[in-house]
């Protein structure tokens, strides 16, 4: 029973951190986003507008929520709830310190698994919202999605492989000391991490790989038909969805909470702050790629190239123990 | 071309912004910013607008309308003249044209400078005779009245036949 409550208390904590973070996120890309356009952003709520998420929150959640005519009634209400829990459950198997985290000896499968599965939420709303865009929207996410999961997983293989272990909390134990797989062994470590934050932009639907809501073609995808606080749910699932690939990006091959001098989680926290900011900068920086560019980029180049470097890292692993 | 855009996107970060904060920080309006209509009188007091019907004629959105007045001796100079019984402006459908002012002969219509305020109403965008003449002693007038810009049009005029006689020759 007392474990019980414990782990409840603790669940509350981290959900609480990890919502309060990803409001954080969403308030310093849009200032970057503003920055990178030379505008201000944010300014009016709260000092330099740091309260804006919570005013977005509040605003949606006054909004009427829409049923469209004809929609699936079940699976529109659900999916939104089911994608942010699916985004969230990602979060808990990256080990913030030395002695927390599941101690889970296959975490990555985990971690992969829940990346996965969220097509399905995504499909489910395109599906029940009866409308064409959101249709589309759904099967380009569920197309890209699958076929991105190929490349991310042979990029996380690398790591598992030079380790030797499929344990997040062993990876991160094999890269002590600023022993980062994305800095050593160069090859095939660094490829293959800028391989996974590729596949890692296509896995959260992030530009040059947001096809699925592709504003300028599909009015907002699987989106379309939803408004309100329903609305909200992807929207807010779609950035806890890059802060925690980021941060298990960092975990894979920056070290996770390796790093001298500071605790642990300050360690996480910076580096997943990075590759955050790294993936918005590409945001706000390129084009949209085209559904078939999206196809042939991958499966043409980004599958081969995973497959190259997943039998360099074997062979790397054999001739060093 | 790929780094390229990453590195102009850097660069604007480091760059000032350029954005007007609007109700705490006011762009400097340009010189001859005017938008706002006004109607005159002349210096005893006397309306100016004659009721010739100009204005709501060439208004292209049949916004303005004006009802003249018969005939009546004018108190100031006692010779006869027109005079205008209302004259309306709707502002919702108004596109700032100016039109109205350049055919006013006797620059009794004017714009002012001081945009007219968001309003919560569509009554509050339909300016009556009496706003009109209250917007004419509050506000700032801009700076074309109908005689300027008519004599404007006229020196255009005149050099356009100057130099197609000048060609012709």
């Not at chain 1, 790591?159 to 344990?167: E, F, H, I």
């Not at chain 2, 109908?146 to 004599?151: N, V, W």
Request: aromatic share 10%; glycine share 8%.
């Amino acid at each position: 029973m007392m474990a019980l409550l414990m782990g409840g208390l603790v669940g509350v904590v981290a959900l609480t951190s990890i919502l309060t973070a990803t409001a954080l996120g969403i308030w310093f890309e849009r200032k970057l986003s503003a920055r990178m356009q030379t505008r201000l952003g944010p300014t009016i709520v709260g000092p330099f507008g740091l309260l804006q998420p919570i005013a977005d929150f509040l605003k949606l959640l006054q909004k009427e929520t829409l049923i469209p005519d004809g929609a699936d009634r079940l699976l529109f209400v659900v999916a939104g709830p089911f994608c942010i829990f699916l985004a969230l459950a990602t979060a808990a198997f990256v080990p913030i310190s030395p002695d927390t985290g599941l101690g889970l000896d296959s975490g990555l499968i985990f971690v992969v698994a829940f990346g996965a599965i969220t097509v399905i939420p995504i499909w489910m709303a395109g599906w029940a919202s009866r409308n064409k865009w959101a249709l589309l929207g759904g099967m380009r996410a569920v197309a890209q999605a699958v076929s991105y999961a190929v490349p991310l997983v042979l990029a996380a293989l690398v790591p598992v492989l030079l380790a030797g272990t499929l344990s997040l909390d062993g990876i991160v134990a094999a890269q002590q000391g600023f022993h980062w797989f994305a800095l050593w062994p160069t090859f095939p470590g660094l490829p293959a991490f800028v391989l996974y934050l590729g596949c890692l932009l296509a896995e959260a639907n992030r530009i040059p790989f947001d096809i699925p809501e592709a504003e300028s073609e599909l009015v907002a995808g699987i989106t379309t038909e939803y408004t309100g606080m329903r609305f909200g749910f992807f929207y807010l699932a779609e950035y806890v969805h890059t802060l925690v690939g980021s941060a298990v990006a960092a975990t894979l091959f920056l070290g996770g909470w390796d790093g001298p001098i500071a605790p642990g989680l300050h360690w996480l926290v910076a580096k997943t702050l990075v590759l955050y900011t790294v993936i918005y900068w590409i945001r706000w920086s390129f084009l949209r790629l085209r559904a078939d560019q999206l196809m042939s980029l991958c499966w043409r180049y980004l599958v081969p190239a995973g497959l190259g470097l997943v039998f360099a890292a074997a062979a790397l692993a054999q001739v060093m123990p | 071309m790929t780094l390229r855009a990453l590195l102009v996107t850097l660069r604007n970060v480091f760059r000032r912004p350029v954005t007007w904060e609007f109700p705490r920080s006011v762009r400097p309006r340009p010189e001859r910013y005017r938008t706002g209509f006004a109607l005159l009188r002349d210096e005893h007091g006397e309306e100016l607008c004659i009721g010739c019907l100009a204005c709501e004629k060439i208004c292209p959105s049949a916004i303005l309308h004006v009802k003249a007045a018969p005939k009546r001796e004018s108190a100031v100079t006692g010779k006869k003249r027109g005079w205008a019984e209302d004259l309306t402006i709707d502002t919702v459908a108004c596109l700032g044209c100016e039109l109205c002012v350049q055919v006013c002969p006797t620059d009794a219509l004017v714009m002012t400078r001081a945009p007219e305020r968001p309003a919560d109403h569509r009554e509050e965008l339909f300016l009556t005779m009496a706003k009109l003449y209250e917007n004419g002693l509050a506000r700032e007038h801009g700076w074309a009245t109908g005689t300027k810009l008519m004599g404007m049009q006229e020196d255009e005029d005149k050099k356009k036949k100057r130099k197609d006689k000048e060609v012709a020759a």
